[in-house]
């Protein structure tokens, strides 16, 4: 489980996310300049909760069934 809260001049994560291939859940909440998750998010095939909270560009853009990026992480079960 990884949380990053609070960060509020994050705008990228660290590609390094890519490589904790056991992570279950990720929840990222109050980071208001994070636009994106890294390239490559879907081969974390172990992530089954991903929680997005208080980013308003992150929630846009994974939007369930209408995010210009969903098809990303549509394998995520929650």
Same mark, same amino acid.
């Given at each position: 489980?990884?949380?990053?809260?609070?960060?509020?001049?994050?705008?990228?994560?660290?590609?390094?996310?890519? #490589?904790?291939?056991?992570?279950?859940?990720?929840?990222?909440?109050?980071?208001?300049?994070?636009?994106?998750?890294?390239?490559?998010?879907?081969?974390?095939? #172990?992530?089954?909760?991903?929680?997005?909270?208080?980013?308003?560009?992150?929630?846009?853009?994974?939007?369930? #069934?209408?995010?210009?990026?969903?098809?990303?992480?549509?394998?995520?079960?929650?």
């Amino acid at each position: 489980q990884l949380r990053i809260k609070h960060c509020l001049e994050l705008s990228v994560l660290p590609v390094w996310l890519l #490589n904790l291939t056991s992570l279950r859940e990720l929840e990222i909440s109050s980071c208001h300049y994070l636009s994106a998750l890294p390239e490559g998010i879907d081969r974390l095939t #172990n992530l089954r909760k991903l929680t997005i909270r208080g980013c308003p560009e992150l929630s846009k853009r994974y939007r369930k #069934n209408r995010g210009e990026d969903w098809h990303k992480i549509a394998h995520i079960r929650k």
